[in-house]
């Protein structure tokens, strides 16, 4: 019986450092960078923030719709700064850079995307 609980308590030990992992671990990192197309609120039980930058490739990627030329992303509700400064940059149409980290899993609580910003910066200001 007592080997039986170690077992049990390691098994249980590896669920959660592998839940962990997948929820905190980051997959990528990186910029993309063009103008805020929308930021908004959605959900129902989950709200979340959600946002599209348009990649402004002008059709360089041949055989493809406008709407494939964009970049979906979530904020996380707690970094209200960036929220601010996303709605500002959509407002006044201006070139930014987003820098993003993209998660393993995507759960209904943090947003509708893997790939969630923590940084804007206008085009002018790096």
Do not use: C
């Not at 590896?14 to 959605?42: C, P």
């Not at 494939?68 to 209200?80: L, M």
Request: hydrophobic share 45%; net charge positive; charged share 30%.
């Amino acid at each position: 019986m007592r080997i039986f609980r170690r077992i049990l308590f390691v098994i249980l030990l590896v669920i959660i450092a592998i839940a962990a992992f997948l929820y905190w671990g980051t997959y990528e990192e990186g910029v993309m960078a063009g103008k805020i197309i929308r930021i908004s609120q959605k959900g129902v039980i989950f709200k979340t923030y959600e946002a599209k930058l348009g990649l402004e490739s002008f059709g360089a990627l041949k055989g493809t719709s406008p709407i494939a030329e964009t970049f979906d992303f979530s904020v996380e509700r707690r970094n209200k700064e960036l929220i601010r400064q996303l709605e500002e940059a959509a407002l006044t149409g201006e070139r930014v850079n987003v820098h993003f980290k993209k998660r393993y899993i995507r759960v209904p609580w943090r947003g509708n995307t893997k790939y969630f910003a923590f940084k804007l910066e206008r085009a002018g200001d790096h």
